[in-house]
């Protein structure tokens, strides 16, 4: 448990462990972080958004998130930061804090890896359907130097970045202790 306190990145899309993610960054608060981690060569929690949770006391961030770090980054044509980022585990949040210029800070604990034995046959139609997604937009696939579609576990993680379900969907599938919850509804849904 890490009593390490990190900066927290709330934001709608999503981030699994070893997934990739280009942001571009405007506001102060994000600038400052992102000069901070990479000063320190620390990282970041990137958060889900709580559309229902209350801004005043923090609650409209999701407990689990994804500990990432910059791996990349460049002055963009408008002028804006552009970085890219890295998930590299899973985490739970907790005592969230609001510093001055508003950049949300907390303590987090690792949390333990999904277990994933999941047969060829079971995953195959996953890798299939992501395959055809990288190869159609390549703004995807041209974040990941290696894609890993023979690993069950990477696939459903892709999937959970790129379903178009809410945050509280996804937190419930991370909350699980194995992947079976997600791969029965993708296995609904790609029937």
């Known amino acids: 448990m890490s009593s390490t306190t990190v900066p927290l990145f709330p934001l709608s899309a999503h981030l699994m462990p070893q997934g ?5 960054i405007f506001e102060p608060r994000y600038t400052r972080m992102v000069k901070q981690v990479c000063a320190n060569d620390t990282g970041f929690i990137l958060c889900m958004l709580n559309a229902e949770g209350d801004k005043n ?3 409209h961030i999701f407990p ?3 500990f990432a770090k ?6 963009l044509e408008d002028g804006l930061l552009g970085i890219k980022v890295a998930g590299l585990y899973n985490v739970e949040v907790r005592n969230i804090e609001t510093e001055s210029d508003g950049l949300r800070v907390g303590q987090y604990s690792e949390q333990e890896v999904w277990e994933c034995n999941v047969s060829t046959q079971q995953i195959s139609p996953m890798v299939k359907r992501l395959k055809e997604v990288f190869e159609r937009y390549t703004e995807i696939s041209s974040l990941y130097d290696n894609a890993q579609f023979e ?3 990477w696939v459903l993680f892709r999937w959970l970045e790129l379903l178009p379900i809410d ?3 996804k937190q419930y599938f ?4 194995n992947c079976k919850p997600l791969l029965n509804y993708l296995s609904a849904l790609m029937q």
């Open 20 to 24: 990739r993610m280009s942001l571009r």
């Open 57 to 59: 006391t923090n609650e």
């Open 64 to 66: 689990i998130g994804t």
């Open 70 to 75: 910059v791996i990349d980054f460049e002055l």
């Open 151 to 153: 690993d069950p576990q």
């Open 167 to 169: 945050a509280k969907q």
């Open 174 to 177: 991370l909350a699980q202790k």
